[in-house]
Structure formats: structure tokens, C-alpha cells
């Protein structure tokens, strides 16, 4: 599917009511293409802006601004235009169509970022970044993907592979040759695996490396965090604080909210979905039957549960029974007009007022500490951090391969057995960067991206 260098052109924005819009075209001749419906086009230098109109056929279709970019000085080493052209769904469809009677076919998802890899402009992690940065829902999230884009995580894939290469440079070279005739000056390659320390600091730099993903995927993915409680405990109240607008109704009747309502809000720069549901009690109303429901399904399914009770009511029954044996965070609310809460089931709630925001930021911190606490005991943060799961695979195929040579080594096996070992280290490394992959990988990696990048 992907591999010409065919003109292409796709929508680099959503085409709707908006100002302007983005048409982005490339590929072999696509300047002297364009030119036929873009007549300044023709003598424009590269890097630089023309004005003009589009026409089609005779008839004048928008008047646009086009960024011209010659080869290689442009995103995917090709000819390249930006076309920028009124906002709506007309002005853009007229512009694509007269593209499209120009020469110009529809581009594949990811396509022009396929075409900056396959022309050395980009490596496979920083054409994953693209993709990561679109669908950043965090400002950490978009720093993150920002520095993959700059070169982080390729540059440090690059160090721990030329080290891996001494390592099976020196022993491909024991092997070629007898220990007679290796030279004086690569005495420090001899031994059974030379170069032992330099693999030993490989592996540690790749286990650390893959540590990464495990909180980097909470930064991209995010957790679906559920508000649950008795009908007026307040859940609506408090959806509506974290979010820091008014979304959820909230009036002094219990039982207002009979479905669930959900928007994502960003805690200490994790993304995590939040769930307003209604209150759960058991009820002969029909409606508010099926809301309490889709609620219990909701908690099973949670990442995590925010379950608030009613300071002025204190722990009910009702609360008794939905918190036996369940592992919920407990909060209490209307601290401004309750007493101070007791211990239940050996911890102390969280005392919030969702009206008056008191105690939100030690909920904040009680938030982001159970979703790390939930996610395992490796969580670690760095510097560089692996962006994908395709990424974070490879690592620990070349960590696995790696540590099998190392305790091959320590066991004074023949090296002729290990460095296959190291060499299958060094593909894996290969392959997250791209310098070595295969058109399958290629196809399914850049098809999941969206049409205009």
C-alpha cells in the first residue's frame, strides 16, 4: 500500500466551521502538478509563502495561501505544498477536488510521515511522537511526545546499540580468528565474552528504558476514575469541581442524576476519564433502576473509585454494604458543615467540601499516589521514556536476548552460542528505530495513523 512517490494530497485539518483550513499535497512533480490549478506555484522558490487563487476548469474556486516546499527541505523530503484555503466544508472539498482532477490522488493514513521515514527525514520513534503529540491529553503528555519528536529516545536507542556492536564486534572477532592471531592491541577484547562490563551496562540501561512504558502509557492512555456514592452525597458537585465547570446538574433532590456522565480532566499530568454516576440505592423507579445499573457496571470496570459519603449523614448501612470488601478511595464530604469523620475499615477518608473546593489538592495527591500505587511497583519515570507498545516489546526481546548471552558467558559457554545472542540484541534495537524492519510492520505501524500526517 505504502512506497510511491505518487502526488498525494489529504485534509491536514478537519474540515468544518472554522477560519481556515489546511490541504497538505507531495510527491514526485507535485509542484509542477499543482501548478496547473495554482499558477503561482510554478516559479516559487522553496520556503516560501505565494498568493493566489485556485482555479479549476476556468472558475475561480478560493482564494488561498500557499507554503511551498522544494526537495529535500521540506517534512517528507519531497516537492511539498500547504495549502491553506477558507474554512467550511465547501471551500476545502472544492480546493481537494480540483487537486484531485490536477493529478493528485488521496493520501493513505500516515502516509506523508511514512514518506519523511522512508526518505531518512524522521526514524520509526519520532514518527510514532507525531501520532503521540496528536493525541497528547495532557500537557505532560505533549512534552513527552515533544522530545521523542527532538530526537531523545532515538538518540538513546543509538548509544546502547554502538555499545551492543563493541560487544559483538569483539566477539565476532575472537571468532574469526585464533587467539594466536589476534592482535597486541585487542588484548581487552579477549576473554569469553569481551567487553563483558560494557554488556552488563547495556542491560541495565535497557531494563531501565523499559521500566518507562509503564508510566508513560498512564501519561497516553490515561484511567477511568468512577464517582460513586449514596444519591446526595454530593457526586455531582464534585465531577463538577474537578472538572472546573458546571457539567453535571445538581440540585437538593436525591436521585438527580439517573445516567452517568463522563469528561476527561488532567491530575499531575495524568490523563484519567472521569465518571459521574448515579447515586446507589436500591429503588422501584424504572429509571433511576437502570441508572443505578449502568453504575454497578461502571465501578467494575473503574481504574479506580472515588466513593463519597455524606459528612452530615455519616456511614450508613447502605455505605456499609457497598464498601465491604471493596478497595475504594473514601471521601468525605461537606467537611464545612460535618464533624470530623472516624476511621472505617482501618483508614480515614479524604475530607473534601465539593462546594467549597477544601481538600481538593490532598485529593489530588491521593489520586495520582493510588493510580501509580495500582500500576505496579516498577513505575519509574526518566528523562527518556519509550512511547509505544511496539517500542517497549523490542526492548525486552534485546533485553532477554542479552541477559541469555550474559548468563551463557558467565557459564563459559563457547561464544559461537552467544553471539547470535548479541546479534539478535542489536536487530531489536534496529528495528525501534527502523533501521531494520519489513514492509508488514511498516504497513501496520503507519495505517493506524490519521489521514493528513
Given at each position: 500500500m505504502y512506497g510511491d512517490d505518487d502526488p498525494i494530497a489529504a485534509f491536514a485539518t478537519t474540515a468544518g466551521n472554522s477560519a481556515l483550513t489546511l490541504i497538505r499535497c507531495c510527491g514526485k512533480g507535485s509542484i509542477d502538478l499543482a501548478s496547473s490549478v495554482f499558477a503561482p506555484a510554478k516559479n516559487a522558490e522553496g520556503n516560501t509563502v505565494v498568493h493566489g487563487w485556485i482555479v479549476n476548469k476556468g472558475e475561480k474556486i478560493d482564494e488561498v495561501l500557499v507554503s511551498v516546499f522544494r526537495s529535500p527541505k521540506s517534512y517528507t523530503g519531497e516537492d511539498s505544498?500547504?495549502?491553506?484555503?477558507?474554512?467550511?466544508?465547501?471551500?476545502?472539498?472544492?480546493?481537494?477536488?480540483?487537486?484531485?482532477?490536477?493529478?493528485?490522488?488521496?493520501?493513505?493514513?500516515?502516509?506523508?510521515?511514512?514518506?519523511?521515514?522512508?526518505?531518512?527525514?524522521?526514524?520509526?520513534?519520532?514518527?510514532?511522537?507525531?501520532?503521540?503529540?496528536?493525541?497528547?491529553?495532557?500537557?505532560?503528555?505533549?512534552?513527552?511526545?515533544?522530545?521523542?519528536?527532538?530526537?531523545?529516545?532515538?538518540?538513546?536507542?543509538?548509544?546502547?546499540?554502538?555499545?551492543?556492536?563493541?560487544?559483538?564486534?569483539?566477539?565476532?572477532?575472537?571468532?574469526?580468528?585464533?587467539?594466536?592471531?589476534?592482535?597486541?592491541?585487542?588484548?581487552?577484547?579477549?576473554?569469553?565474552?569481551?567487553?563483558?562490563?560494557?554488556?552488563?551496562?547495556?542491560?541495565?540501561?535497557?531494563?531501565?528504558?523499559?521500566a518507562t512504558w509503564q508510566m508513560e502509557r498512564l501519561y497516553q492512555e490515561g484511567v477511568t476514575a468512577v464517582i460513586a456514592g449514596r444519591p446526595n452525597a454530593g457526586k455531582s458537585s464534585l465531577f463538577n469541581s474537578l472538572l472546573k465547570e458546571d457539567r453535571s446538574i445538581v440540585t437538593e433532590a436525591a436521585g438527580t442524576t439517573r445516567d452517568w456522565i463522563e469528561a476527561w480532566v488532567s491530575i499531575e499530568g495524568i490523563p484519567i476519564r472521569l465518571v459521574d454516576t448515579a447515586g446507589l440505592r436500591n429503588t422501584a423507579e424504572p429509571a433511576e433502576k437502570i441508572g443505578v445499573e449502568k453504575s454497578r457496571k461502571l465501578l467494575q470496570e473503574a481504574d479506580l473509585v472515588l466513593y463519597l459519603l455524606d459528612g452530615t449523614q455519616g456511614v450508613t448501612d447502605e455505605d456499609k454494604q457497598e464498601l465491604e470488601g471493596k478497595k475504594y478511595l473514601l471521601l468525605w464530604n461537606k467537611c464545612d458543615i460535618s464533624p470530623q469523620p472516624q476511621p472505617i475499615s482501618g483508614s480515614i477518608p479524604i475530607c473534601i467540601s465539593a462546594k467549597t473546593g477544601e481538600g481538593l489538592a490532598a485529593l489530588y495527591s491521593s489520586i495520582t499516589k493510588t493510580i501509580k500505587a495500582n500500576s505496579g511497583p516498577d513505575l519509574q519515570t526518566s528523562e527518556v521514556s519509550l512511547g509505544s507498545a511496539r517500542q517497549k516489546k523490542l526492548v525486552d526481546v534485546s533485553c532477554a536476548a542479552l541477559e541469555e548471552a550474559l548468563e551463557l558467558a558467565n557459564k563459559e559457554e563457547a561464544l559461537d552460542i552467544i553471539a547470535p545472542l548479541l546479534r539478535e540484541a542489536v536487530n531489536a534495537l534496529g528495528e525501534i528505530t527502523g533501521e531494520v524492519s519489513t514492509s508488514d510492520i511498516l504497513d501496520e505501524m503507519f495505517s493506524n495513523f490519521c489521514v493528513g500526517k
Open positions: 505544498l500547504d495549502i491553506c484555503c477558507h474554512g467550511g466544508f465547501s471551500a476545502g472539498k472544492a480546493v481537494m477536488e480540483a487537486l484531485k482532477d490536477a493529478g493528485f490522488r488521496d493520501a493513505l493514513p500516515g502516509e506523508f510521515t511514512f514518506r519523511s521515514f522512508l526518505n531518512g527525514k524522521l526514524d520509526l520513534t519520532r514518527c510514532e511522537s507525531v501520532m503521540e503529540l496528536v493525541g497528547a491529553k495532557t500537557e505532560t503528555g505533549r512534552s513527552h511526545a515533544v522530545s521523542r519528536l527532538s530526537g531523545s529516545l532515538e538518540k538513546e536507542i543509538n548509544e546502547i546499540k554502538q555499545l551492543l556492536v563493541k560487544v559483538l564486534t569483539g566477539a565476532e572477532i575472537y571468532l574469526d580468528y585464533s587467539e594466536d592471531e589476534v592482535s597486541a592491541d585487542t588484548d581487552e577484547i579477549k576473554g569469553k565474552l569481551p567487553y563483558q562490563d560494557i554488556a552488563q551496562e547495556v542491560l541495565q540501561r535497557l531494563k531501565k528504558l523499559s
